[in-house]
């Protein structure tokens, strides 16, 4: 068979439509595209598309299982180490990942793993697969996983399977973490999610929504008076920052997570038949170049906005997004305003912003990050007119289950500090993974550890029982 | 669930409920708050914590039906439940025994303060309140405040309780007389709170305020209810609600209190429009 250089498509919505509906823009392989792009896969025997999978993902040994058609063989082979691959498969940079290190990329596009892995998962819920696998025996200990994002999520499914009894505590009245109140459902169906969940009820997680940690209850409490005999921390990096420059009050001018939270948990998009009001206005102009801004940006155009800028002061070849958004974002009709840093947002006397005070970068040396640094143009300055500013600058850890708990490691950053391989804390018992260790990454990265961290405490546990045998 | 054990009307339009929810009893301090939603597509409504109760597993609400959520809300019954409560959320109020404390309580803002009046009080400070309201038909709390108090001073704008001026009146004249006064707490409407600050700020009494800026998440997520204390940015729901009168910009506040108004009327003109014909902005 002659090879495409190209990855077969992915069939999508039409950008006019899809701008104005929360419906998933891209709409996922048919049977026959996916063996074609399959058979793109030279099934490798070095592999190198695996180094660049966080979870080491077998992938030609599911790509060929697509390609012959065993859609069983595929998803368990995935399942294997990736316990949500209908979510890896849909949002993993895998332009940086699994796909950068593919060998067609010396001479085309690589292999779609992450559209081969979506097609192998979504396949499988089709069939009426139940997220569940059966249970081991009751081991008669109790695990608490705090946060239930991607990486409490696995560390509770993967505790479940070895026989804990888990209870999984989280904070919004909606499990999922920013998997729920964070990425749109256009991009990520909230109906994956949940079946994701309800897969770990299934299996006998509980999840005890509402539940504060730091308020409700604290890490020491659930270990002394609750009777938990390990607890994980999976709180994220739920914490929004602001850029500090003047204005940043003004009626109009939101943070991301505000942004995405009123439309995403609490369906503001529906309003006025749900009761959280969302103010979109004619001209957003989003702050930040990252995945976080794309949603918030297309989020902004989809209940109605005119124009949506995104404000960015690197160029586009810095754009920490993943490419897939980047380009759907342009489809969308987003502008992509470049080179660009606020430095001050205007208002009126009624305290609503009206504009957005700019000047130009230009690019100089490369900076730690190994990026070149921008620095500003002077007398450059510009307004952008905008009647909405949505601030995506990035998150960091929100401080409540640190300042709660007694000898709990944190670095400067106020991220807990956990040992990369095992999870473990500075505080016996007490493991984390996700971005309150790392700060704000992915998906895949916050599974990975919460999978990590639920072995360490499988093998810490057992060492308990051992001990009191 | 989180059952309504025992509803009442405490004045027009001003309800209070005792809600079932044992972990929030055990856990609430003076100063804090939860977040409730009524229904699926219920928004998240933050209400102070105006009392608990730790054997009986249960918190007291006060609210008053300004809105479409606090007028629904205000239509459940004894038995009926919440769909969602959290909590107990925000820092405690600092509680210690600082000698004189005036505790000043606005309308719904007595509410609030009067855990705080009896913390005070627990503590060993002097505890002299004034509680006030437009009339005496809106005031509430009278004789809690009464039994938690050294002293009470009630001051309603018509005269038909009390003084006829406002709550700051009673404490301007404590000050001209020389009272030392180690500490003031104010919780009501926002111009009240201003002006208890403009009233204490000359005198550098330390005085303290209760936010309540729009919150969603209640949790530190979404950054919604920053209110700037200081030349600082501070989050209300993890930061306060509690801060320092003497810093806070009041005016900041007012005016991202007032951001949703036209939805809020919205909302609620949906809502009347819906239920009459067979309510279907919410479900039951
Ligand atoms: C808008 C947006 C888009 C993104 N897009 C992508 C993408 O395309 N691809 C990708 O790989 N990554 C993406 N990311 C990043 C990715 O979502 C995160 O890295 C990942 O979700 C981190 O998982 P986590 O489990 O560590 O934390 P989270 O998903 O943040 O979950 C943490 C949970 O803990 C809860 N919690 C916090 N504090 C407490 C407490 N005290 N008590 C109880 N519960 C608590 C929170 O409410 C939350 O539910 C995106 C992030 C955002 C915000
Ligand atoms: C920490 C805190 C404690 C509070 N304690 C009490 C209390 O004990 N008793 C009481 O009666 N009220 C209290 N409030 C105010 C109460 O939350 C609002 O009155 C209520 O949310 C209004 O909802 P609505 O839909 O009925 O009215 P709406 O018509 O939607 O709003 C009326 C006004 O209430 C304010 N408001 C609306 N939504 C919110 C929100 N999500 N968060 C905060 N304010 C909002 C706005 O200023 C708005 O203009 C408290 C608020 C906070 C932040
Ligand atoms: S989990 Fe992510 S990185 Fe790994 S193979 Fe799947 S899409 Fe690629
Ligand atoms: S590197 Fe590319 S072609 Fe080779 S096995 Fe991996 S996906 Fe297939
Ligand atoms: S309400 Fe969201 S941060 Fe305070
Ligand atoms: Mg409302």
């Known amino acids: 068979m002659s090879l495409s250089l190209k990855k077969n498509a992915m069939p999508e919505q039409d950008p006019k439509v899809r ?3 929360f419906d998933e823009v891209a709409l996922g392989y048919e049977a026959e595209l996916a063996q074609a792009e399959a058979s793109r896969c030279l099934n490798c025997k070095a592999a190198p598309c695996r180094k660049g999978c966080p979870v080491d993902v077998d992938i030609p040994a599911f790509i060929k299982h697509i390609k012959e058609g065993d859609m069983e063989a595929a998803i368990a082979n995935i399942k294997e180490v990736n316990g949500l691959p209908a979510i890896c498969g849909r949002v993993c940079p895998q332009e940086d990942q699994c796909e950068k290190f593919c060998v067609l990329t010396k001479r085309g596009e690589a292999v779609g793993i992450g559209r081969l892995e979506r097609y192998a998962a979504d396949y499988a819920r089709q069939q009426g697969e139940s997220a569940a696998t059966a249970a081991a025996a009751a081991v008669g200990q109790k695990v608490a996983v705090i946060g239930s994002g991607p990486a409490g999520l696995s560390a509770a499914g993967e505790l479940a399977k070895k026989g804990y009894a888990v209870t999984i505590f989280e904070a919004l009245h909606l499990p999922g973490g920013v998997l729920m109140y964070g990425i749109p459902e256009f991009r990520l169906p909230k109906e994956i999610v949940q079946a994701e969940i309800d897969g770990l009820r299934q299996m006998g997680v509980t999840i005890e929504v509402n539940a504060v940690i730091g308020r409700t209850f604290t890490v020491d409490e659930l270990i002394e008076e609750e009777g938990f005999d390990a607890v994980f921390i999976g709180t994220g990096a739920g914490l929004p920052h602001f850029m500090h420059i003047p204005g940043e009050n003004f009626n109009g001018v939101y943070s991301a997570n505000e942004f995405l939270t009123r439309c995403n948990l609490m369906k503001a998009y529906r309003f006025p038949d749900t009761g959280t009001p969302i103010h979109v206005g004619k001209k957003v102009a989003v702050v930040g170049g990252g995945n976080v801004a794309m949603d918030a940006a297309r989020t902004a155009l989809r209940l109605g906005a005119e124009e949506v800028h995104i404000v960015y002061r690197r160029s586009e070849t810095e754009l920490p997004a993943r490419l897939e958004e980047i380009h759907h974002a342009k489809e969308e009709g987003i502008i992509f305003t470049l080179l660009t840093a606020p430095v001050e947002v205007q208002g009126n006397q009624e305290g609503w912003v009206t504009g957005l005070k700019c000047i130009r970068m230009e690019l100089g040396e ?23 500013v949505i601030i995506a600058i990035g998150q960091g850890p929100n401080p409540l289950v640190q300042s709660t708990t007694k000898g709990l490691e944190t670095n400067k950053k106020g991220n807990i500090v956990a040992d990369p391989e095992t999870g473990a804390t500075s505080k016996p018992g007490v493991f984390a993974g996700g971005d309150i260790v790392t700060g704000a990454a992915t998906v895949i990265l916050a599974m990975g550890a919460g999978k990590k961290a639920a072995a360490a405490i499988d093998a810490y546990l057992s060492g308990k029982r051992a001990g009191q045998a | 669930m989180y059952k309504i054990l025992l509803k009442q009307e405490l004045a027009p339009n001003v309800k209070l409920f005792k809600m079932q929810a044992p972990l929030i009893a055990k856990k609430a301090q003076p100063g804090q708050f939860v977040i409730l939603r009524i229904d699926e597509d219920g928004e998240r409504v933050p209400l102070t914590i105006a009392d608990f109760d730790r054997e009986e597993g249960s918190i007291t609400l006060i609210f008053q039906e300004v809105g479409a ?4 809300l205000g239509t459940l019954n004894e038995g009926d439940s919440l769909l969602d409560l959290v909590g107990p959320l925000g820092k405690p109020t600092h509680i210690e025994n600082f000698g004189t404390v005036v505790c000043v309580g606005g309308g719904i803002g007595i509410a609030p303060v009067y855990p705080i009046a009896r913390g005070m009080k627990a503590a060993g400070n002097e505890v002299i309140s004034i509680i006030g309201a437009r009339n005496k038909e809106i005031l509430i709390y009278e004789e809690e405040m009464t039994a938690v108090s050294d002293t009470l001073h ?43 600050a403009e009233v204490t700020r000359p005198y550098q009494i330390p005085t303290v305020v209760s936010l309540n800026p729009i919150m969603v998440d209640g949790t530190g997520m979404c950054g919604g209810c920053r209110v700037s204390v200081g030349e600082e940015n501070k989050f209300a729901c993890v930061d306060g609600p509690e801060f320092d009168a003497h810093k806070v910009d009041f005016a900041g506040l007012v005016a991202r209190q007032r951001m949703y108004i036209p939805k809020e009327k919205q909302y609620a003109e949906h809502c009347a429009s819906t239920r009459e014909g067979g309510c279907k902005c919410h479900s039951h």
């Open chain 1, 19 to 21: 701008a104005r509906n």
């Open chain 2, 154 to 196: 009630i001051a309603t704008d018509d005269g038909s309780k009390g003084i006829k001026g406002f709550v700051t009146d009673p404490l301007k004249q404590m000050i001209a007389e020389g009272k030392k006064i180690d500490l003031v707490v104010a919780i009501g409407p926002v111009i009240m709170m201003r002006n208890v």
């Open chain 2, 69 to 72: 959520s606090t007028k629904l």
């Open chain 1, 366 to 388: 490369p900076d730690a990050s190994g990026r070149r640094r921008p620095v500003e143009i002077p007398g450059s300055e510009f307004v952008l007119p905008t009647d909405t």
